[in-house]
C-alpha cells in the first residue's frame, strides 16, 4: 500500500516538473492541456486508490508525449514560427540518452563481473 502512494507521488511530481518545463519553454497551451488532463483524470478516476493511481500515471505518460509531439494547436498560440524550444529538448534529450546507454554499458560490465 505505502509502495502505490510512493508511485503515485513520484508520478505526480513528475508530471508537474513536466508542466513547469512547458512553461518554462513557453509551450503555454500545451501546459494548459497536460494540467487539464491531470486534474480531469483523476477527478474521473479518484473513486478509488486504484483509479487514481492509473489516472496519474496515464496522465504522466500523456504529458512525455505531448514534450516529444506537441499537439498541433500549440502553433495557433504561438507568435513567431521559431522551434528553438523544440530543439534544445533534442539536444538535451540526446545528452540523456548517451548517459543512459553509457550506465547500461556499466551496468553490464559489473553484472559480468559477477556472474560466476
Not at 483523476?42 to 492509473?54: H, N
Not at 496515464?58 to 504561438?78: E, Q, R, V
Request: glycine share 6%.
Amino acid at each position: 500500500m505505502a509502495s502505490l502512494a510512493v508511485i503515485m507521488g513520484i508520478a505526480t511530481a513528475f508530471n508537474i516538473l513536466v508542466i513547469f518545463k512547458k512553461l518554462e519553454l513557453q509551450r503555454y497551451s500545451d501546459a494548459t492541456f497536460d494540467g487539464i488532463f491531470l486534474v480531469t483524470l483523476t477527478a474521473v478516476m479518484g473513486g478509488s486508490l486504484g483509479g487514481m493511481m492509473v489516472a496519474t500515471v496515464a496522465s504522466a505518460i500523456i504529458s512525455i508525449y505531448f514534450m516529444f509531439y506537441p499537439p498541433t494547436f500549440t502553433k495557433m498560440f504561438n507568435s513567431d514560427d521559431s522551434d528553438e524550444p523544440y530543439d534544445k529538448i533534442s539536444q538535451e534529450l540526446s545528452i540523456a540518452d548517451q548517459a543512459i546507454a553509457k550506465r547500461q554499458r556499466e551496468l553490464q560490465t559489473l553484472s559480468a563481473n559477477f556472474e560466476v
